[in-house]
């Protein structure tokens, strides 16, 4: 049914990553699919826009932890290595998660959101974002 799941992850956000992964790794498992993990970094300059001493340092040991913690991730699944891949990137997780499901033609986003409030309108800004404008189906796990 699906070949490419992609699978965005707040990797600070352990229960929501743990709560979707139990609904990857079975619809991965029934389809043969491959999965793509990713999470996207903000962009360090939006941080320190005066100063751009330590930018470079910052982005590296960023990228350095969301590896270690995707990786983490990866080998804790139930699902052959050859069918599993990560990624990040800088930027908008919206605008980033958008341009990786094209890029690596998936036709299913998996994210988490937590519980919905009066502030979010239902979803998560980043999760209603992705819905909203995701070319492909979402399936969003609380």
Known sequence: MYKTILVPVDIDEEKLTENALKHVEYLAKASGAKVHFFHALPDASAFVTAYSFGIKEFE???????????????????????????????????????????????DLIVIGSRRPSVKTYLLGSNAAAIVRHAKTSVMVIR
Do not use: T
């Open 60 to 106: 590296n040991q960023a990228e350095i932890q969301a590896i270690d913690k995707l990786k983490k991730i990866i080998s804790e699944m139930d699902i052959p290595l050859e069918r599993l891949a990560y990624s990040i990137s800088f930027g908008s997780p919206r605008d980033e998660v958008l341009q990786l499901a094209e890029e690596i033609d998936a």
